[in-house]
């Protein structure tokens, strides 16, 4: 199984990679529109500001190239943010993946959120043998609202959305590759959809 996880400057890529070697596979970073097309999962990770972000991608053509992937491909944190109409941060035009917006916390909760908190409603083969309100690993200070999307939520203040799922993309708020056990599994149920 080929693994790509899309190189576009955006932090935290060599966790990721680790994670997967782990699990028995081998994963690519890669920037290049071809080995990413013909990857089996796309992984497009996300540590860092959204803005700068999406000129690295436009800089790349991978913005006009991840919105056309048909594998599953699995977007974490900033990754995922980026798959979204817009956000707040940087005041960004997303990939328009999924039909949601990306909000900043507001001023009565500390933000960013750093560290462990629970995910539940969890409604999506990627949290298979997952239990509701498992620990994950999360650091952000921008959220996803409410929406139908939604695969997995978490409250912080208010609960917001901690997992997306449209069609062959999912993406998480959270760091599986930080997560401990539960985070690796769903890693591997990621690369084994």
Known sequence: MKVVIINYGAGNIQSIKFAIKRLGFDAILSDNVDEIK?????????????????????????????????????????????????????????????????VKFNNNLKVPQIGWNQIENLKSRLFQGIKEKEHMYLVHSFYVPLNNEAIATTNYGITYVSALKRNNFYGTQFHPEKSSQAGAHILKNFLEL
């Open 38 to 102: 013909n990857a089996d999962k796309v992984i497009f990770p996300g540590v860092g500001e959204a803005s700068s972000a999406m000129k690295k991608l436009k800089s790349t053509g991978l913005d006009t190239l991840i919105p056309t992937l048909e594998q599953p491909v699995l977007g974490i944190c900033l990754g995922m943010q980026l798959m979204c109409n817009y956000c707040e941060e940087g005041d960004t035009k997303g990939l328009g993946i999924f039909d949601c917006d990306v």
